[in-house]
């Protein structure tokens, strides 16, 4: 998979609107993520950052507006069916959750792997190049050991190997630290940068925690479903 | 001191006064009235309809009092033994499924400072609440079927009004579904957390260790070498040959858990897509839960075994003799506890698997987020059981056929009619634990659908 030249537009999202009911997510958001950029998006409680990543990432479908994803072949997410996104996220894009949100019955090396088998690599290939992508985050040997018996921070490496094994361009993170004390949050932010720093990839993170912002390279803010502040315009 | 108030102080001081309140207080009408929470009560609605009919029809044998009276009500009660596994398993889906459809209510509860026993006695409460309105649903359900139940002929003669139960025989099958609701509700939330950040389900593996199958060959001997010990008195030979299908029984329960895991364990082995990998681990994490959903089916099963050599045996019999009315009766009695066993193991995997899917709502959202299709999540949870399903038919029919083998040879269980009888009832309780699935299937809809607008 060929990559991004940093500073390339991966995403651009233009007039994004989203309800809900009489409640409104989005109003009329434009943003433009870039190839070895660190977005933070940050906003109180409601105020949309959430759904402006789901949009993005074409997990919901806004009301009015498009999101145009520049990848090896350019689409707009926001024109494809449900199987197209959800192949698209399955191949281009890279998820992180707040509780890492790993299958409890797998190892983390099965977890790993799945996100590989279910774009048809093989299961001994998959198991390897999981093997692999812990062993960089610093989870050598952890292969075979089940969530439920790694620590928290231990559990988001595995999340973190799992978003990235496949080569995704683009990596989302919902609250990637909201579950770990501050010296974990800082080792989980690290590894994140890690994948995006100087390559043709991008990071967008979600977070209410000026903490976690201040590592992204650009920090957009969201109130009442719209952006307020946007430090890469500033430096423009 | 009037009585009422006495009554009210009494509930007042009870440990169960605060649950009973907040069992109220989260289910008086207007506050339940979903699809999750109407389930359970038609699933006991089912139940006791079943539960009645059978008891009904047994107590319905206490007009003659003669000999063969007592052997018709012997019988009778085994019919019903048989059915109380399948619902224990319903009343613990049930409660799980209770638990998960008021999750944020039942951990807000934990929130505000109530205690795990305040919450859990709640939960118990809500059970038996639902298994309550299900009993008085099935009561009705048993006064609709009368009509085709009574004509149901034993010893050559309709039911006709012997069907009818006293009031109190009634009043006591709804009290045991109530009562079976809230002990399995008890012990099947001993696997449930319900914590002040949520609800969840324990997820240690469970391990099943070998011996079970060593101590299951030990019984299956002893039950054979009983069964081939000549007896002299019927009642001894029939008191034996009930024992050792009790025994075979406790041996798949014994060895089911066990040969479940083994099988994932193999399927694990040679997984090569994620659904299957998903499966098989899904199993393996936790055998005798994924032994216990299903497990009714193996009494069905064995009931299955013994109609199919009854109704070889109904073939070649000659007419005339009462010991005629006694082979049909009892295929006709047999072929009652089938159908109700189906019913209940069809009830008991639709709401264990509503409960499964609502317990990893937040897992299943987050994988269909990141890519993954619907389709494979459904083949995964499918698997988990289908896989179980079909381990629990072919151990129950070979079991059985074991045992009965001593009893009425080779010719007659494998005889055309036998085999048939039991090819069609493994196929038919395979598809409605499918059929089971299949319904549950717009829960996980509406589980992935839930931000996808």
């Known amino acids: ?236 | 001191m009037s009585a009422s108030g006495a009554v009210a102080r009494a509930v007042d001081s009870s440990p169960w006064a605060v649950p009973l309140r907040l069992t109220w207080l989260l289910n008086r009408p207007g506050t339940a009235g979903s699809a999750a929470a109407l389930l359970p009560a038609a699933s006991f609605a089912v139940v006791t309809t079943l539960l009645l009919t059978v008891l009904a029809g047994a107590l319905s044998f206490t007009q003659w009092g003669d000999d063969e009276g007592n052997l018709y009500l012997l019988l009778a009660a085994f019919a019903l033994i048989l059915l109380v596994l399948p619902l224990l398993t319903l009343g613990g889906s049930a409660a799980r499924l209770s638990a998960r459809r008021r999750d944020e209510h039942l951990s807000t509860l934990r929130l505000l400072g109530a205690s795990a026993r305040t919450v859990r006695q709640v939960t118990v409460l809500e059970a038996a609440a639902q298994a309550f309105a299900g009993a008085l649903a099935g009561v009705l359900g048993y006064v609709v079927l009368a009509p085709f139940v009574q004509l149901i002929h034993f010893r050559g003669a309709a039911l006709g009004s012997a069907y009818w139960l006293h009031p109190g025989a009634a009043a006591a099958g709804v009290a045991a579904v109530v009562v079976l609701a809230a002990v399995s509700s008890v012990i099947s939330l001993r696997r449930v957390v319900i914590s002040p950040l949520g609800v969840r389900t324990r997820a240690d593996a469970q391990k099943v260790h070998w011996s079970r199958a060593g101590i299951a060959v030990l019984i299956v001997g002893l039950c054979v070498a009983g069964l081939m010990t000549p007896v002299g008195a019927a009642a001894i030979a029939l008191a034996i040959i009930f024992a050792a299908f009790a025994g075979g029984l406790a041996v798949l329960n014994l060895v089911g858990p066990w040969l479940v895991a083994r099988s994932a364990g193999l399927r694990l082995r040679r997984a090569a897509t994620p659904q299957a990998l998903l499966a098989a681990r899904i199993i393996l994490d936790a055998p005798k839960a994924a032994w216990r959903q299903v497990s009714a089916l193996s009494m069905v099963c064995f009931t299955a075994v013994v109609a199919g050599a009854g109704a070889a045996l109904l073939q070649t019999a000659q007419s005339g003799g009462p010991e005629d009315f006694l082979i049909q009766d009892i295929m006709t009695g047999v072929l009652i506890t089938v159908i109700a066993g189906f019913l209940m193991v069809a009830c008991s995997a639709g709401i264990n698997q509503a409960a499964t899917v609502l317990d990893r709502a937040e897992l299943y959202r987050s994988l269909h987020r990141m890519g993954m299709p619907r389709d494979v999540i459904d083949a995964a949870r499918t698997g988990a059981v289908m896989q179980p399903v079909v381990l629990v038919s072919t151990a129950s029919a070979a079991v059985s056929g074991a045992l009965l083998f001593p009893v009425v040879g080779a010719a007659l269980i494998f005889n055309p009619v036998a085999m048939g009888f039991l090819a069609a009832s493994v196929a038919v309780g395979i598809l409605l634990v499918r059929a089971g699935l299949a319904a549950t299937s717009p829960v996980l809809t509406s589980v992935l659908e839930a931000d996808a607008h």
């Open chain 1, 1 to 236: 998979m060929s990559e991004s030249l940093p500073g390339a537009t991966l995403l651009a999202a233009a007039n994004l609107t989203k309800n809900y009911g009489n409640s409104t997510a989005l109003a009329g958001v434009s943003l433009q993520v870039r190839a070895g950029e660190a977005t933070a998006v940050m906003g109180a409680s409601g105020s949309g950052k959430t759904t402006l990543l789901h949009c993005l990432a074409g997990i919901v479908l806004p009301d009015a507006g498009t999101v145009r994803y520049s990848g090896a072949a350019p689409v707009e997410v926001s024109s494809l069916n449900d199987g197209a996104r959800s192949a698209l996220r399955r191949t281009e894009f890279g998820f992180v959750f707040q509780q890492g949100l790993l299958i409890p019955e797998l190892t983390a090396g099965e977890n790993v792997a799945l996100a590989l088998m279910l774009n048809g690599t093989p299961r001994p290939a998959a198991e390897q190049q999981a093997v692999a992508a812990l062993a960089a985050l610093g989870l050598a040997g952890m292969e075979g050991r089940r969530i439920g018996e790694l620590s928290g921070g231990q559990a988001q490496r595995v999340a973190i190997a799992r978003a990235q094994v496949n080569g995704a361009r683009v990596l989302f993170a919902d609250e990637p630290t909201g579950a770990l004390d501050s010296r974990t949050s800082a080792e989980v932010m690290a590894l994140l940068l890690q994948s995006v720093a100087g390559t043709g990839r991008a990071l967008v993170v979600v977070t209410h925690d000026p903490e976690v912002a201040r590592w992204c390279s650009r920090v957009v803010t969201l109130a009442d479903g719209r952006i307020v502040a946007d430090t890469a315009e500033v430096a423009r």
